[in-house]
């Protein structure tokens, strides 16, 4: 009995053993793990390294030619003591690197902010495009943007407009959205498809007023509304849509040349694509809409738009108007006011609505194109 006591005893001593090194085993792979990804974490972060975002001098590199970059530079950096060394370079500071999302960063430069997808870049020798000037700072690594010409066009539309509601509103956390705030990865996706294209897409309409009025989705509203500059209508893009599993698309009405909006459907939810037609010799511009039973043509005048800018919703960059209000005001008067989707009608609440002709059924099948029931 005793021995059997004994051996009872000596195998839970070696089981205790076992587990207090299986114990320790496991938090050693917890440590290691965690270092990694910190380790992973900040090489991307400085593998973004010190930028160079000098107009001149990245044309002098696109070009080949003999490459010369007067001082001072434009460089994006973070290094605080590179910004202090304003003798040497002209700084925009890298304010922001979204982390969560890591797709865009964000950069200011004294009031000045500008927003960018990110992008590849490559290492440069500083010596290939300053000579050996002793006022680089030793071990400098300097980047360029891979695609030169792509970061120029982008620079065009880069100018972010921070967000700044109107409207604090309170809703218990259980309340729920026709639209949920995930959703926001689906509108960056769209505007992203459109530019594959050479599609400038911006929010528009209740979109556009979900961003400026409280920095998101209208938690009321049933669909989001993109608009799009007709000069840069694409049959690839509606090929596209004409095909794409994911993105279905819903209808196409009117004509490319001065009425068209498609409708698609993604998650269940409804994405209306307007065209923006600008007027000749005016300074407004139109979208057409069509009401589908009465088979009526109706026009949303607006002032032109003056130049895209970028915004955060929820975290994803998105492409808006520039002159945000301006456009709000045209469409809702009072933009500032909540009004429930249940009352407003759209082909009736609207300030800025033009009636217009009413086709006959044969003219209408010219320009009412169903392909998918949704939403």
């Not at 000596?10 to 207090?20: A, M, N, P, Q, V």
């Not at 509601?165 to 459109?194: D, G, H, Q, V």
């Not at 809409?289 to 960059?317: E, F, N, T, W």
Request: hydrophobic share 40%; glycine share 4%.
């Amino acid at each position: 009995m005793n021995k059997f006591l004994l051996l009872i005893r000596r195998i839970l001593l070696y089981s205790y053993k076992w587990i207090f090194l299986l114990i320790l085993f496991s938090c050693a792979i917890v440590l290691i793990v965690k270092s990694t990804r910190q380790s992973t974490k900040e090489n991307v972060y400085l593998n973004l390294g010190n930028i160079l975002f000098d107009q001149d001098c990245l044309k002098s590199i696109q070009q080949a030619k003999n490459i010369t970059c007067q001082f001072p530079v434009t460089i994006a950096t973070d290094k605080e003591d590179l910004l202090k060394n304003e003798s040497v370079f002209s700084q925009i500071q890298l304010v922001k690197i979204n982390e969560n999302i890591s797709n865009y960063m964000l950069l200011a430069a004294g009031k000045t902010k500008k927003a960018f997808f990110r992008f590849e870049t490559k290492l440069i020798s500083p010596e290939q495009l300053f000579g050996k000037n002793r006022s680089i700072p030793n071990k400098f690594n300097l980047r360029v943007p891979v695609h030169i010409q792509d970061f120029f066009e982008a620079d065009k539309n880069s100018k972010f407009l921070d967000c700044h509601p109107t409207l604090n509103r309170s809703m218990p956390w259980y309340t729920k959205r026709t639209i949920p705030i995930m959703f926001s990865a689906r509108i960056a996706e769209f505007l992203e498809i459109l530019s594959l294209f050479s599609v400038s897409g911006f929010l528009f309409n209740g979109s556009l007023l979900g961003w400026r009025r409280e920095c998101s989705i209208i938690p009321h509203t049933q669909d989001v509304d993109i608009a799009m500059f007709a000069n840069q209508h694409s049959s690839a893009l509606l090929n596209f849509f004409k095909q794409s599993d994911k993105f279905k698309l819903i209808h196409m009405l009117g004509k490319p040349e001065d009425s068209f909006e498609l409708s698609v459907a993604v998650d269940g939810i409804k994405i209306d694509l307007f065209y923006l037609y600008d007027v000749p010799g005016g300074n407004t511009s139109y979208t057409s809409s069509m009401r589908i039973p009465q088979r009526q043509q109706l026009k949303a005048i607006y002032p032109k738009v003056k130049g895209i800018c970028k915004g955060d919703l929820h975290g994803h960059l998105v492409s808006l108007p520039c002159n945000v209000e301006e456009l709000l005001k045209a469409d809702y008067g009072n933009w500032q006011e909540d009004v429930p989707t249940s009352q407003y009608i759209w082909d009736k609440t609207s300030q800025n609505l033009e009636y217009g002709k009413v086709h006959t059924e044969e003219e209408f099948k010219e320009l009412y194109h169903p392909y998918f029931n949704c939403c």
